[in-house]
């Protein structure tokens, strides 16, 4: 959705009457900065700046030259760290009158590129969008990707002095980003803050997961949650579309599979185009071989039966290759609807392996094990063939695939892929592993922990709806499963995490209540995947700052 080129930033220049040289730390204040729009002469700052997550430096003590005569004056109280959701992970303050929107400014950009950055941002504020532009004007906010070399693509910074705004970064995501953090600045009415602001994300997978297939859930429901979404930060919105109770997004393959409620695909488009102007990847999952009962309700042959012959609730037959073919269709299809490098490919809950003997209960899968596998085979492996072979069925459009925990075995002879990314959700299947075992492997892991970031609707098995103050306060990325984390030197193998909306009771919850319901656990979670660290703020004020940028 970004593009990665070089291009030359063009920085505003111009001499400010009166140079101020002050003390600069990278700044963790909160509070509202309070002061005008103008900058009289001897009021503006020039700083050091310092790098993310470095050392402060400092400087001379202000000075001015004597005036001969008593003139006006104005002075500027250091500025505070501008506060967002999430929060800036650095600030070096400054003194001046810092900036804030008014009518006829302009946002310029320094490639075409930045258009849909640009646009947006001058419609948000009720500024005029001038496009490329080298000139210089009062009140200007400049967008430019300056190609830096090594840098965290989703970084940014963000310069607010001389009655202008510079945002920058290496990638059009950064540069996204700053501009959101500008609009959060000044929302209804505010200023923002002099000063630099250097930030970037812990973690590179930022998502929300939708459970459409329970529910159905109106296009324009979804994508008002994109814009939601995009506010934050977030770049992820996975779409479990496909279940035992309904298919959900308009085939052309298999139209028979498709439910009477579902989106067309020009509605996924229109989606999916939205995501893409907010940086947000639309991951798409088709679950399996479990949890195909829509499926199978219009192709009862691919059923899969124990050995006594009864039904195996929405489970394909895996020893069908009739059941392999319908399912590749479906991803080969949808592969152009999804342009995302990102594809779930599900791997949880096969009934088959629910039990205690699959081989004796499901004797023909464990006929196919031995015939494709050789003597000693077992249905996890034929399992694990399964997922391998769907994950070449993706990775030939360029798709990075991941499944859900429980579709990774220990001890099997057929090993799954080890690109395959592991979505660590539960530690309640048979067998359960341990996070570490999977990143011991070497696996990279995402955050899908039950505990803290599972929204059942209906609250079934034990589940509660989740708190924001709960994952505000207890959780971080490294907690996996349970209340415990994993070792620090794993940090870097987990990619990030996903809040996720399940609808096993549809008619629990209206949409409109899901989306009061979510809104401060979306929140909580961004702001722990984007700085784990322990907020700076309570989550009284938290709630409270969330309050004040609804």
């Not at 001499?15 to 729009?37: C, E, F, K, S």
């Not at 910074?157 to 009655?163: A, E, K, L, P, S």
């Not at 009934?351 to 023909?364: F, G, I, K, N």
């Not at 592993?433 to 899908?448: D, F």
Request: aromatic content about 8%; hydrophobic content about 35%.
């Amino acid at each position: 959705m970004s593009q990665h080129r070089k291009r030359t930033e063009k920085q505003a220049r111009g001499l400010i009457a009166g140079a101020v040289v002050v003390t600069v730390a990278v700044g963790v204040g909160l509070g509202l900065w309070a002061g005008g729009d103008s900058d009289p002469a001897g009021s503006a700052s020039s700083q050091a700046e310092s790098p993310l997550g470095g050392r402060a430096e400092g400087s001379r003590a202000p000075s001015r030259a004597p005036s001969p005569t008593p003139s006006p004056t104005r002075s500027y109280p250091l500025s505070a760290t501008p506060r967002t959701i999430p929060a800036v992970r650095a600030h070096t303050p400054a003194r001046g009158p810092g900036w804030r929107p008014a009518p006829g400014r302009r946002v310029v950009v320094n490639d075409a590129g930045l258009a849909d950055e640009g646009r947006l941002l001058a419609g948000e504020l009720g500024l005029r969008y001038a496009g490329q532009k080298d000139d210089i004007r009062a009140g200007d906010v400049r967008l430019t990707v300056n190609g830096g070399k090594g840098a965290n693509p989703e970084s940014y910074r963000m310069t607010v002095r001389g009655g202008r705004v510079s945002i920058s970064g290496p990638d059009d995501a950064g540069v996204f980003y700053g501009t959101r953090t500008l609009k959060q600045a000044v929302h209804g009415g505010g200023t923002a803050p002099e000063g630099v602001v250097r930030d970037e994300p812990a973690k590179p997978v930022r998502g929300f997961l939708l459970d459409i297939a329970r529910k159905n859930f109106t296009a324009g429901w979804i994508e008002d949650r994109v814009r939601e979404l995009g506010d934050l930060k977030f770049n992820r919105l996975q779409l479990h579309f496909s279940d035992d109770q309904a298919f959900r997004i308009e085939s052309d393959s298999h139209p028979e599979i498709v439910s009477a409620q579902h989106l067309t695909k020009a509605q996924v488009k229109r989606i999916v185009a939205l995501a893409a102007q907010r940086h947000i990847t639309v991951v798409p999952e088709i679950d399996s071989p479990g949890h195909l009962g829509a499926v199978i309700a219009a192709h009862p042959e691919l059923q899969l039966r124990s050995g006594a012959g009864n039904v195996a609730r929405g489970a394909v037959d895996i020893s069908n290759p009739a059941s392999a073919k319908i399912v590749d269709d479906l991803l080969n299809e949808y592969a152009g609807l999804f342009p995302g490098a990102d594809w779930h490919l599900g791997g949880d809950e096969y009934r088959a392996l629910m039990v205690s003997d699959p081989e004796a209960t499901y004797p023909q899968l464990a006929a196919a094990a031995r015939k494709a596998y050789g003597a000693g085979a077992t249905v996890q492996d034929l399992t694990t063939g399964w997922l391998n072979d769907r994950a070449d069925t993706v990775r030939a459009h360029g798709r990075a695939p991941i499944a859900w925990n429980d579709g990774f075995f220990r001890a099997t002879s057929v090993r799954a892929a080890d690109d395959i990314r592991v979505g660590y959700w539960t530690g309640k299947e048979i067998g359960a592993r341990q996070p570490v075992e999977y990143l011991s492997a070497g696996r990279k892991v995402v955050n899908y922990n039950d505990k803290f970031l599972y929204y059942v609707l209906g609250q079934p098995n034990q589940f509660s709806y989740p708190t924001g103050q709960r994952i505000y306060e207890e959780w971080t990325p490294r907690v996996l499963r349970g209340t415990t984390a994993v070792p620090s030197k794993y940090d870097s193998q987990i990619l990030g995490g996903y809040f996720a909306v399940w609808c096993d009771f549809p008619n629990a919850q209206t949409q409109d209540q899901v989306a009061a319901g979510i809104r401060m656990p979306l929140r909580a979670t961004v702001q722990k995947l984007w700085d784990p660290g322990k907020p700076a703020l309570t989550w009284t004020r938290f709630k409270a700052l969330a309050d004040r940028l609804s």
